[in-house]
């Protein structure tokens, strides 16, 4: 842990269900007083699912960005609840999807230099189909099945720009796909 950083105090400026700002006063490494606001939020979890050899991603729309988005089942973690038990929760709500086996792939933060979370990676093999039950925000939510070279393509294309979809597809390039060359 880098020390020469210094929280003077911090304060809750802002908070919804989702996530709350903090508003951090500081010393900064110059010895001068300074202020950070922090994003923080529960962890969340991203889930590669893989069923009959095809990779499973969903697609919905994003106010933010006021677009659709290609990105593998995703969530945060429920109070309590570890990676592992709300990646099984996220695949099923998303896909309505279950898995044999789930395998983690790592832990990243998504934004550090503004938030105070990140997302641990699972692959989900031996996927069978169940039956999905998507929050309301989630209603228009589509799911695809692709072969890992046409999400390749759609990286290339722009058309995958999720970062925690292709951080996640990337750990599992070096874990799997790439350590077989």
Partial sequence: MNKTWKTISSKSTYKNRWFSVRHDKVIRPDGQPGT???IVKPDFVV???IIDGRFCLVRQYRHPVKSDSWEFPAGSLDPGET???AAQRELGEETGLTARRFTKLGYLWTACGIASFGFTAFVADGCTIHSSHREGSEADMKAGRFNAEQIDSMIRNGVIKDSDTLAAWHLY????RLSKI
């Fill in 36 to 38: 950070y606001d922090v």
């Fill in 47 to 49: 889930v590669i699912p």
């Fill in 83 to 85: 990676p592992l038990k």
């Fill in 173 to 176: 390039d070096l874990k799997t």
